[in-house]
């Protein structure tokens, strides 16, 4: 069993930057990929970021490519998403997700967060 807690979110202008973290409880945190979704009200929600269980490989959604950068210190069991030049179209809850295995693949997880809030101001 994998715990995932999300911390970091809030209000932010346009343009700045958050960092989201993801606390996992367990000692097979380094077995898993980790991403993030987010889902905007009235929306599905859609993987925004994924790391494998190395770090090695990554994959991003065109909406936040060149923007986001999601990283893993397996020593601190704990994923990150540092979020620059944020938009308004950002604004969403952001679930932390692991999936049991070797490769970029989240979908579908395992085991969710409980989501942070994420709020960009125009």
Do not use: H
């Not at 995932?4 to 409880?25: D, F, K, Y």
């Not at 494998?52 to 999601?70: E, M």
Request: aromatic content about 10%; hydrophobic content about 35%.
């Amino acid at each position: 069993q994998v715990q995932l807690v999300e911390s970091g979110g809030g209000l932010v202008q346009a343009g700045g930057s958050l960092r989201l973290s993801c606390a996992a409880s367990g000692r097979t945190f380094g077995s898993y990929a980790m991403g993030w979704f987010r889902q905007a009200p009235g929306k599905e929600r859609d993987v925004a970021a994924v790391l494998n269980w190395s770090g090695s490989s990554t994959y991003y959604a065109d909406s936040v490519k060149g923007r986001f950068t999601i990283s893993r210190d397996n020593a601190k069991n704990t994923v990150y998403l540092q979020m620059n030049s944020l938009k308004p179209e950002d604004t969403a809850v952001y679930y932390c997700a692991a999936r049991r295995g070797s490769s970029v693949t989240i979908s579908p997880p395992d085991y969710w967060g409980q989501g942070t809030q994420v709020t960009v101001a125009s």
